[in-house]
């Protein structure tokens, strides 16, 4: 068979697939009468009450000298780790706003962060391709910590990494090559390669993942693709599932507290919720904007009741959501204490109390939700 006759083939194989994408996304359509906000409005339900006095700037974090791309929070502790492009990781205490660590990195362009399930070590990576992890109780100076070890064996950089919950062992992380890996933390070695070279897998940068906390086997991730997938462990030669509907890059994902959904935020502007089991998108999350000021979700976190989702955007603003009805509740971006910059990144502490906002103008500032409101919706 000549070349010519495979790239005819396989450009009629790749009309039949589009033509086919396009009457499964027609089919879902017509099964879906409604969406979440629409049958909540229909029920008579009404968005939250929410003031700026139910989220209040309690502290600023102050020490980094370069735009900060990541945070994570301790499980189990009032500790923030953020990573900055100032080459640094520094770990936080949000109660008192004290810095406990400030780890000087060999490859200063860093780009995630992430918590061991103990909090006793981070982990971080970025342009040099590789996890790196920091145990904080190395009996050294609190500036000079070594590194405990090197995860290597991605082809391009690494965007995300994330413990497995409980599991100090086990990590995620997710590439430029395209690929999510799950590491053995202790030997140094990949458990298994999602993605790559299986046709089921992204077909761009992969920019970040979210394990499912109720089972951890499964994790979502977001892609320069314009989809999330969805990826058990257990069967690393294919994705679960394809979840399309954006039209941009996925920047990020996020569970949904009851593990059997999950949000994303994109380049298009839009936050969406999926069901993880059927596939179907449940709600868009979006405002309007001029066609030529069209800000970037790069960030999102879901209280504990999944009531409220928390979304941050290339503009500054960092919108409240109420995911029942659909609507903006409260935008940080509009206070006198707002950030100045773009957000690059948020969350949630583990007991759904207070978030953190992490921007370009080298802060983050943590946001307190006010009782009985925060007894109430998180």
């Given at each position: 068979?000549?070349?010519?006759?495979?790239?005819?083939?396989?450009?009629?194989?790749?009309?039949?697939v589009?033509?086919?994408?396009?009457?499964?996304?027609?089919?879902?359509?017509?099964?879906?009468?409604?969406?979440v906000?629409?049958?909540?409005?229909?029920?008579?339900?009404?968005?939250?009450?929410?003031?700026?006095?139910?989220?209040?700037?309690?502290?600023?974090?102050?020490?980094?000298?370069?735009?900060?791309?990541?945070?994570?929070?301790?499980?189990?502790?009032?500790?923030?780790?953020?990573?900055?492009?100032?080459?640094?990781?520094?770990?936080?205490n949000?109660?008192?706003?004290q810095?406990?660590?400030?780890?000087?990195?060999?490859?200063?362009?860093?780009?995630?962060?992430?918590?061991?399930?103990?909090?006793?070590?981070?982990?971080?990576?970025?342009?040099?391709?590789?996890?790196?992890?920091?145990?904080?109780?190395?009996?050294?100076?609190?500036?000079?910590?070594?590194?405990?070890?090197?995860?290597?064996?991605?082809?391009?950089?690494?965007?995300?990494?994330q413990?497995?919950?409980?599991?100090?062992?086990?990590?995620?992380?997710?590439?430029?090559?395209?690929?999510?890996?799950?590491?053995?933390?202790?030997?140094?070695?990949?458990?298994?390669?999602?993605?790559g070279?299986?046709?089921?897998?992204?077909?761009?940068?992969?920019?970040?993942?979210?394990?499912?906390?109720?089972?951890?086997?499964?994790f979502?991730?977001?892609?320069?693709?314009?989809?999330?997938?969805?990826?058990?462990?257990?069967?690393?030669?294919?994705?679960?599932?394809?979840?399309?509907?954006?039209?941009g890059?996925?920047?990020?994902?996020?569970?949904?507290?009851?593990?059997?959904?999950?949000?994303?935020?994109?380049?298009?502007?839009?936050?969406?919720?999926?069901?993880?089991?059927?596939?179907?998108?449940?709600?868009?999350?979006?405002?309007?904007?001029?066609?030529?000021?069209?800000?970037?979700?790069?960030?999102?976190?879901?209280?504990?009741?999944?009531?409220?989702?928390?979304?941050?955007?290339?503009?500054?603003?960092?919108?409240?959501?109420?995911?029942?009805?659909?609507?903006?509740?409260?935008?940080?971006?509009?206070?006198?204490?707002?950030?100045?910059?773009?957000?690059?990144?948020?969350?949630?502490?583990?007991d759904?109390?207070?978030?953190?906002t992490?921007?370009?103008?080298?802060?983050?500032?943590?946001?307190?939700?006010?009782p009985?409101?925060?007894?109430?919706?998180?």
């Open positions: 068979m000549s070349v010519a006759e495979l790239k005819e083939r396989h450009a009629a194989a790749t009309a039949t589009n033509s086919l994408r396009e009457r499964l996304k027609q089919r879902r359509q017509l099964l879906l009468d409604t969406d906000a629409g049958y909540a409005k229909s029920q008579g339900r009404s968005a939250i009450s929410f003031s700026p006095t139910d989220l209040v700037c309690c502290r600023i974090l102050q020490g980094h000298t370069g735009k900060v791309y990541s945070l994570d929070w301790a499980p189990e502790r009032n500790w923030i780790v953020s990573a900055s492009q100032d080459g640094r990781l520094i770990v936080w949000a109660l008192t706003s810095k406990t660590h400030a780890i000087k990195l060999q490859c200063p362009w860093v780009m995630t962060c992430a918590f061991a399930p103990n909090g006793q070590s981070v982990a971080c990576g970025g342009l040099d391709s590789a996890c790196t992890i920091f145990n904080l109780n190395s009996r050294v100076e609190r500036d000079n910590i070594p590194v405990s070890r090197v995860l290597t064996g991605h082809k391009g950089y690494v965007y995300s990494c413990y497995v919950p409980d599991q100090e062992s086990r990590l995620i992380t997710s590439s430029g090559d395209q690929t999510c890996v799950l590491w053995d933390v202790t030997t140094g070695q990949r458990i298994s390669v999602f993605g070279e299986f046709p089921s897998g992204h077909t761009a940068d992969v920019l970040s993942v979210s394990i499912n906390s109720s089972n951890s086997n499964m979502v991730s977001g892609s320069c693709d314009a989809t999330a997938r969805l990826w058990d462990t257990r069967i690393a030669s294919r994705a679960v599932r394809t979840y399309h509907g954006h039209q890059d996925v920047n990020t994902v996020k569970f949904f507290p009851d593990g059997q959904r999950f949000g994303t935020g994109s380049d298009d502007s839009t936050c969406r919720l999926y069901d993880m089991r059927t596939g179907h998108q449940l709600q868009v999350y979006s405002q309007q904007h001029d066609d030529n000021d069209v800000p970037t979700v790069t960030s999102i976190a879901f209280s504990l009741s999944g009531r409220l989702l928390f979304a941050g955007y290339s503009s500054g603003d960092c919108c409240v959501w109420d995911t029942l009805v659909g609507e903006v509740v409260l935008n940080l971006g509009t206070l006198q204490n707002s950030h100045d910059l773009r957000i690059s990144c948020l969350g949630l502490s583990s759904g109390s207070a978030l953190c992490g921007s370009w103008d080298k802060n983050l500032k943590v946001n307190l939700l006010q009985p409101f925060y007894k109430l919706y998180t």
